[in-house]
């Protein structure tokens, strides 16, 4: 009933009615914007930070930004030297995937066999993870573990208390899931991660009216709607791995894209040494 009092022209009402008879009705917020800066236009002064505003033009403007606002971008407190990055040109998209699934657990176990230690593989769906999950089990001899559907609190421990300093294991995760932020698997605890894909989340009505919403603002709709909040994932993910001055690892991007103008630009600066596996 509180945010009822912002409906304005930035949402959309959906209503949707269920097979067990309900009825849900949504307000669904297409730009945040406006709501942000009603909120903090009362305020002398606000910091937004994190280490995934990327592009900063879009995070801006979605957080209600004005031209006089400033942006600073600090440099990482990290050397380049810490992360191996490599990008892997091997297509991941939907159709594509029964194809290329044992040419990339071959990928993926490479990377367990050339570096040492733990590693956390993250993937854009489940069903996705779970085929390569079964394929990685046949064809490989390292111990691997499985992100479950709708983990409570106590399994979500136990499946990270398992990558232990000095242990050699292979996690199974979900972009944007419950391990892909806010975990802090420092040292030996964590030396590798791979991201399968770029994140894109499937077409979708809701996601169609984000894009179409852009689209008439004259932005482009589809980078609002898809590849930033996607690649934020990517970078999310990608961020499990160095987590204090001592850390050392390495990250695999697998997805022809990834070397495309568009998302090579979206990558942090610190993943610019990288180099392509044939």
């Known amino acids: ?161 398992q990558f232990e300093e000095g242990g050699r294991l292979v996690g199974f995760a979900v972009l944007g899931g419950i391990f892909s932020e806010g975990v802090d698997l420092r040292g030996d605890r964590l030396n590798g991660v791979a991201v399968v894909g770029i994140g894109l989340a499937p077409r979708s009505f809701e996601k169609e009216l984000i894009k179409d919403y852009f689209n008439q603002k004259g932005r482009n709709g589809y980078d609002y709607a898809y590849v930033y909040p996607g690649m934020n994932k990517v970078l999310q993910a990608g961020g499990r791995l160095i987590r204090s001055e001592e850390d050392h690892g390495s990250i695999q991007l697998v997805d022809d894209r990834f070397l495309s103008r568009k998302y090579l630009q979206l990558l942090p600066d610190d993943w610019g040494n990288y180099r392509i596996l044939k």
């Open 1 to 161: 009933m509180k945010i009822l009092e912002y409906v304005d022209e930035h949402y959309r009402l959906l209503g949707e009615s269920t097979s067990e008879g309900d009825f849900i009705f949504k307000l669904f917020c297409l730009d945040p914007s406006h709501v942000l800066r009603e909120t903090t236009k009362t305020f002398r002064s606000g910091v937004f930070f994190s280490a995934t505003l990327s592009p900063f033009a879009y995070y801006k403007e979605m957080l209600g930004g004005t031209k006089e606002d400033y942006i600073l971008q600090l440099p990482s407190p990290y050397d380049s030297s810490q992360i191996d990055v490599m990008i892997t040109p091997l297509s991941t998209r939907y159709k594509s995937r029964e194809k290329t699934v044992g040419e990339l657990t071959k990928r993926l176990n490479d990377q367990v066999d050339h570096h040492e230690g733990n590693h956390l593989f993250f993937f854009p769906s489940y069903h996705y993870m779970e085929m390569v999950y079964r394929e990685f089990k046949d064809y490989s001899s390292v111990n691997a573990v499985m992100q479950e559907r709708g983990m409570d609190e106590e399994r979500r421990e136990d499946f990270l208390a």
